[in-house]
């Protein structure tokens, strides 16, 4: 069976419940780390695109906590495959949750005129969803540019390890503070800082077409794939120890490996040749 035949969920999974004072201690963590970051780098202000999902919507509270509401500029970039609810909801957290100033900027446009230059991807689903995801990339660049900011990244550890982000795209950033977090972590955080039920626990997609949900791209649940990560390609267990211990098929397993070590180019600088002297 492959990871792409239907939802995979493992009959157990690893316990990944933090404490309280881990919660806080992680809190804490990441909002020094934002404002080094921003230090380090002579600025005063950060850049955040916010989806309406539950990885952006932690970033940015933590952002607010670490340089203040008033230093923290949102985008909100619809396209048209985003479901309208979820741009409800990051206008929601902008205004209403955290108080950011924001802007909300239409991205198809853009899209349009990069696919009248090369029509030949239009109908290229996978090339023009991640074409939708560079946009927004270049879009934060603007405006941080423009305001003397950083971008500040959203991407969890679960998605890095397995290379599910868009190079050049959402891995385009100048820092990711919640990249320690494997995704049932970043629930766990969100719900400890106070980000609404409905926010933690809803579904999660990078929306690069129409219906599309993380867990059903990926071909398994969170929690199986955060036990998977844990305990074989961070851990060290061997597959077939992890495939007993999860309850589920060795192949499961070996196709999140193929996953981690073919997005490996992902989570690295571009490489050029050794030096010839």
Same mark, same amino acid.
């Given at each position: ?27 804490? /963590? ?11 780098? $002579? ?13 952006? #919507? ?15 500029? $949102? ?23 955290? $108080? ?53 990244? #959203? ?10 982000? #868009? ?8 820092? /990711? ?101």
């Amino acid at each position: 069976m492959s990871i792409t035949e239907g939802l995979v969920t493992a009959d157990e999974t690893l316990d990944f419940g933090l404490s309280e004072s881990e919660l806080e201690a992680h809190r804490e /963590h990441i909002t020094a780390f934002i404002r080094d970051q921003l230090e380090a780098a $002579g600025v005063d202000r950060a850049v955040v695109a916010l989806s309406g999902g539950i990885d952006s #919507t932690l970033t940015s509270h933590l952002t607010v906590e670490a340089v203040g509401a008033e230093n923290v500029h $949102g985008l909100v970039m619809p396209s048209e495959v985003n479901r309208s609810e979820n741009m409800s909801d990051a206008e929601r957290v902008a205004s209403e949750l955290l $108080g950011v100033e924001y802007d909300a900027v239409a991205i198809e446009p853009i899209v349009e005129a990069f696919l009248d230059a090369y029509p030949d991807a239009a109908d290229d689903q996978l090339a023009t969803g991640n074409l939708r995801v560079r946009t927004r990339a270049v879009l934060n660049y603007l405006v941080a540019n423009h305001e003397d900011a950083l971008v500040i990244g #959203t991407g969890n550890r679960s998605e890095a390890l397995v290379g599910y982000f #868009t190079k050049y795209g959402d891995g385009a950033v100048d820092c /990711h503070p919640i990249a320690n977090l494997y995704k049932g972590q970043v629930r766990q955080l969100a719900r400890h800082v106070g980000v609404p039920a409905d926010l933690t626990e809803k579904t999660a997609s990078a929306e690069m077409w129409v219906g599309q949900t993380d867990e059903a791209e990926l071909g398994m649940d969170y929690p199986t794939l955060d036990s998977v990560l844990a305990l074989h390609v961070e851990g060290g267990l061997s597959a077939s120890a992890t495939a007993r211990e999860l309850g589920v098929d060795e192949r499961v397993v070996e196709e999140v490996r193929a996953l981690y070590e073919a997005s490996e180019h992902k989570r690295n600088a571009p490489p050029g040749p050794d030096p010839l002297y």
